[in-house]
């Protein structure tokens, strides 16, 4: 059972990132797959999830610059995040869940907004 985050990296303020997330099948039946962010210190939150069904739900900091989408045949679930910016800095981290807390985690990868 594995998630397997990829996409991080250093961008200036206003640039744009993608993260992709690919996980075994068995646990993309999950009904929620979303990207959680932990900043140095500060606690982990959830940025954005979407079901099963396409039903997403983002945190208010990042409505109408990052949008999260999952192929379900491809076992995938990408974030794309625009206009970023430096409070946007930290590491980021898929996850899985039917119900919360999510069971699986992604390694994490980091995400560095310069200003």
């Known amino acids: 059972v594995q998630l397997q985050a990829s996409g991080g990296g250093l961008v200036q303020a206003g640039g744009s990132l993608r993260l992709s997330c690919t996980s075994s099948?068995?646990?993309?039946?999950?009904?929620?797959m979303g990207w959680y962010r932990q900043a140095p210190g500060k606690q982990r939150e959830l940025v954005a999830s979407i079901s099963l069904s396409g039903r997403t739900i983002y945190v208010d900091s990042v409505k109408g610059r990052f949008t999260i989408s999952r192929n379900n045949a491809k076992n995938t679930v990408d974030l794309q995040m625009n206009s970023l910016k430096p409070e946007d800095t930290a590491v980021y981290y898929c996850?899985?869940?039917?119900?919360?807390?999510?069971?699986?985690w992604g390694q994490g990868t980091e995400v560095t907004v310069s200003s």
């Open positions: 996850a899985t869940w039917d119900l919360p807390p999510p069971k699986y």
């Open positions: 099948g068995s646990i993309f039946s999950l009904n929620y």
